[in-house]
């Protein structure tokens, strides 16, 4: 293949690309799908935990520019002393992708631990799994875990492939969206569940509270 040609293939692949992205933008700019419920009806007790909701400072609350949210620990029945903090971010406008774990947490002053970072497949009923993405921040000695998904809403199979076009991703992953999205971080001290053994129990039990609670159009990601 001569440079010429290969040159008029990534042409044409990138205004393809972008006429898609465009053309998506133009047909669902107004989607923005509301929750079915509030999330505060997500049980403060589940098959093998219990939670209390703690409070989030107003100017935390105003930065992450969200429109509900969730600021909730729970502990393990199962194993008593592990405690998971979990903070869900449901934005109308999709701003709360400018706010992922990658973005944030650097920005504190951690630093992110390749070597910690693994993906878990969740089962979520009968729309097969949730892929979850666990990564490991240390700040000094002290080392941090976070679970992480998220959702856009109003997104069907079309634009779900279309997002995730190396033209597109870029720009539309982790930093805003046309429509409604919520973000999931599950946060707890690295050395209460080094395997990721209680944070995959939790995330079993949380997505089958979610379920009635989210929009049926739907696409799950994991990658912050």
């Not at 002053?109 to 009923?125: D, I, M």
Request: proline content about 7%; overall charge negative.
């Amino acid at each position: 293949m001569t440079t010429a040609t290969r040159c008029g293939l990534c042409a044409a692949l990138l205004t393809l690309g972008l006429a898609a992205h465009a053309g998506l933008e133009r047909l669902d700019d107004t989607e923005r799908p509301p929750l079915r419920q509030s999330l505060k009806t997500i049980p403060l007790e589940m098959d093998g935990w219990v939670g209390h909701d703690v409070p989030v400072a107003p100017d935390i609350v105003e930065r992450a520019q969200t429109t509900e949210y969730l600021n909730r620990v729970y502990e393990s029945r199962r194993s008593p002393g592990v405690k998971l903090t979990l903070w869900i971010n449901y934005s109308e406008y999709g701003t709360n992708l400018r706010h992922t774990p990658e973005i944030c947490l650097p920005s504190g002053g951690w630093t992110k631990v390749e070597s910690q970072t693994r993906e878990l497949s969740l089962p979520a009923g009968d729309r097969g799994e949730v892929t979850c993405t666990r990564l490991g921040y240390a700040q000094g000695d002290l080392v941090k875990h976070v679970g992480f998904w998220y959702y856009i809403f109003g997104e069907g199979r079309l634009q779900n492939m279309v997002r995730r076009l190396p033209i597109t991703s870029r720009s539309s992953h982790g930093r805003t969206t046309r429509g409604s999205s919520m973000t999931v971080e599950v946060f707890y001290p690295g050395d209460v569940d080094p395997d990721a053994v209680a944070l995959a129990e939790f995330g079993r039990e949380l997505l089958a509270a979610l379920e009635p609670i989210l929009p049926v159009e739907r696409a799950e990601y994991h990658v912050p």
